[in-house]
């Protein structure tokens, strides 16, 4: 039976890829149900612009993309080679 | 009293430490982790403090408040942790230099007097030296690393012993209780505080050190000597409002480094160096809420950094590298290790039910109460940026991401039991915070698991994760590459020394050209300069261990100018 066969490396990454995908859905998910749940809790809000709804997802997906891709324009600048001080 | 003394914890180490020596190797092991939980009880039974007038001071030995057995007390139990985690290495060295380490730390805690203080503060730095003596598969053994972090240290406790003088002289005596800025000596005690609690600019020792030593040695050294300089912070800069500003660029300036880096263990130092600035922003703000959060978050993070330290040595134990670009895949060998650091990763990342999320949001409440708006917003925003790196970074790179085809066996069993329970902390601490709120010094009534405070952080990580799947499917996400980051360091390990010779060399040449008076001497006193610190000279190793000795030299003769 094919079933039974030893998977090929690309029938193993097809497999793998499916896995990453189901899981992104869930993160998604979830994600969106975060966002609901606070039109359901009562909120209590810290200052007045973090009373906007769904400020920490907008905040945590801004800031995380900031940092990478800010890290990532710092990087000519301060790259060197592995070895540059010597020790 | 001299019974007394014997069951200080510190007395107790140091003997421990010694008897290593002694001992056949199978006993010293077990010494070396019955040890510190021996002196975990003597930290509990020890009478409330001893004082007493010698040479002309007012001493107090030891002062065994609330605060110093919260610290003392974690102290003793990721020492513990640490040494368990020591024993494949099996190196006598490792389980003695622990135990001092260890010994020290606590024996500082528990100080009641800035002399004292000084004493154990230097010890910690002698007691962590043979830490760093190991021959690093990818760096080697540097004896140049090894100056550099000692010639810190040392300048830590020059500057601390410069303040001491500075207070006794004004007649404000030894005692180590508030200290703040604006007393005399303030500035030279914290500046000597800020080294070891890696402040911007004077931070680099960490990530240049810390990398180099053995799995266990890493362990250890990332558990003692930074959170010490917390405690110190607490205990002396409580609301001393610099510590705001310098506490927000801690918990952001490292993150970018961390992005960047390939070296998984450096990444963790940065990331180290991130977490301390959360800790700075409490003591800045010093509310009750704030210094009890800044406590609180001190004892989650020796552990939870712990593991993702140990679960990064079990790689290096087993793969001989924590490159990155040398990593991938290795969830397959080494599963339980993997399981472990995710534990480390989701504590950190302030996971609801784990317990970075239980500590660091007390020191984000009290900024908001304080009205600190900018200051919250700041922690937020470092806070996806822990996300990134010790949260998916470190066990994506190493566990997961391309496979590297490397092959290797799960980690032995003592570590796998280190971290097992140190994981098992983590986890304790987030279900049951009171456990750890009972312990702290001024009693905050704080109450994490509320509906909106979960909600509002399950949003902050769920998209910041999502920001990360979209950047790493779509190719944004910077790719792993071998290199050296110029950080601050660069001064010191490359443009001074760099310049001092350029300087030497165009002096020679105005010098010969002209015949001037001037440039003979000037001349003349670079070489002096290079006899007393360059590679060649009587005290330096290299040009950059040169001019830091004579750094300490002139602040040595201005200490013992006062003294005089």
């Known amino acids: 039976m094919s079933s039974e066969a030893p998977k090929t490396a690309g029938q193993e990454d097809a497999a793998q890829e499916r896995g990453v995908r189901l899981a992104i859905r869930i993160l998604l998910a979830l994600g969106l149900l975060s966002v609901l749940a606070e039109f359901v809790i009562h909120r209590h809000t810290e200052f007045g612009f973090s009373a906007l709804p769904g400020f920490y997802a907008l905040v945590g997906f801004a800031a995380y993309c900031a940092i990478v891709l800010g890290a990532k324009a710092l990087r000519p600048l301060l790259k060197r080679p592995e070895d540059y001080y010597g020790d | 009293m001299a019974t007394e003394l014997w069951l200080h914890p510190a007395s107790l180490l140091y003997l421990a430490a010694a008897l290593i020596w002694l001992l056949p190797k199978a006993g010293g092991r077990v010494l070396a982790v019955v040890a510190p939980l021996g002196a975990l009880a003597a930290l509990w039974l020890l009478p409330g403090g001893l004082s007493l007038s010698f040479a002309g001071l007012d001493w107090e030995f030891w002062r065994a408040d609330r605060l110093a057995r919260l610290f003392g007390t974690v102290f003793l139990l990721a020492g513990a942790l640490g040494l368990l985690y020591a024993w494949p290495e099996n190196n006598r060295r490792i389980f003695s230099a622990g135990l001092a380490y260890a010994g020290s730390a606590v024996g500082a805690t528990l100080a009641g007097d800035l002399a004292t203080l000084f004493l154990y503060w230097e010890l910690t730095a002698l007691a962590s030296l043979p ?37 006794e002289l004004a007649g404000l005596g030894l005692g180590f209780d508030a200290i703040g800025l604006d007393s005399p000596g303030g500035l030279w005690i914290l500046l000597g505080f800020g080294i070891k609690a890696a402040f911007p600019l004077l931070h680099n020792w960490v990530q240049d050190a810390y990398p180099r030593a053995s799995p266990a040695g890493t362990v250890l050294l990332s558990t003692f000597t930074t959170k010490l300089a917390i405690y110190v912070l ?265 310049s001092v010779l350029a300087v030497e060399g165009g002096l020679a040449q105005a010098g010969g050209r002209l015949g001037a008076q001037a440039g003979r001497l000037a001349q003349s006193l670079l070489a002096g300069w290079r006899r007393v610190g360059s590679d060649t000279g009587a005290l330096g190793g290299t040009p950059a261990v040169g001019w830091m000795t004579a750094v300490f030299l002139l602040l040595a003769a201005l200490v013992g100018g006062w003294l005089v």
């Open chain 2, 234 to 498: 607490i205990r002396g800069f409580a609301g001393t409002d610099i510590l705001v500003p310098i506490g927000v660029v801690m918990t952001l300036f490292p993150i970018f480094y961390a992005v960047l880096e390939n070296d998984l263990r450096r990444v963790l130092a940065y990331s180290l160096n991130n977490q301390l600035g959360f800790m700075v922003v409490g003591v800045g703000i010093g509310t009750p809420l704030a210094l009890d959060g800044a406590a609180a978050h001190a004892f989650c993070h020796i552990l939870y950094k712990s593991l993702l330290f140990m679960s990064m040595g079990a790689v290096l134990f087993r793969t001989g590298t924590t490159k990155a670009t040398e990593l991938g895949g290795l969830y397959r060998s080494m599963p339980w290790t993997a399981r472990f650091c995710i534990v480390g990763s989701a504590s950190i990342s302030a996971l609801p039910l784990l317990s970075g999320f239980v500590s660091k949001s007390m020191i984000m409440a009290a900024a908001v109460y304080e009205g600190q708006a900018w200051v919250w917003v700041a922690l937020l925003i470092a806070s996806a940026g822990v996300l990134d790196h010790s949260g998916i970074k470190v066990p994506f790179f190493a566990f997961f991401a391309h496979d590297s085809g490397r092959r290797v066996d799960e980690a032995p069993r003592s570590m796998l039991l280190a971290m097992a329970i140190t994981a098992a902390g983590c986890i304790l601490i987030g279900l049951a915070p009171g456990l750890l709120y009972a312990l702290l010094p001024l009693g905050s009534d704080y109450h994490p698991y509320t509906a909106d405070h979960v909600v509002t952080q399950m949003q902050l990580l769920l998209f910041a994760g999502l920001a990360f799947v979209w950047l790493f499917r779509s190719g944004r996400y910077p790719d792993e590459v071998r290199a050296a980051n110029l950080d601050f360091d660069v001064t010191y390990r490359r443009w001074i020394p760099q």
């Open chain 2, 131 to 167: 830490l760093l003596i190991y021959r690093h598969p990818d760096y080697g053994l540097s004896l140049n690393a090894l100056l550099r972090y000692f010639a810190l240290q040392i300048l830590s406790g020059l500057l601390l012993l410069y303040g001491i003088v500075e207070r």
